[in-house]
């Protein structure tokens, strides 16, 4: 894909470091944003780093990322209280592996 860059075990960079100062890592993502249209972070789940929940508020927005029958309800939930409580902005939820256990029919009559 053209004009698409990738940038893979960013855990070493200066911006996943929790060494680097607040203002330094906002000052990184000012830059990137000059010179990106669009800068996508996969982050680790946020109940499990410390990192998720720093960069959360300095994002445009957060995405949560759910595995269906494998998330739970409570967990999910403490993953939205924990990026609002940062003053990360949630604009969506993405539901992964869904199965459908009623058939396709059946929904099409429903």
Known sequence: MPLLWVSRQATGSALGS????IAQS???LERLNQRFDIILILSPPIGNSHLARRLSP????????ARAEH???PVAARMRDSILASGGDIVGLVLTGRHFHIPQVIYRWL
């Not at 929790?18 to 100062?21: K, M, N, S």
């Not at 300095?58 to 990322?65: E, G, R, W």
Request: proline content about 6%; glycine content about 0%.
């Open 58 to 65: 300095m994002v445009d927005a957060n995405i949560l990322v």
């Open 18 to 21: 929790l060494r680097t100062p």
């Open 26 to 28: 906002r000052q990184m």
């Open 71 to 73: 998330t739970r309800a």
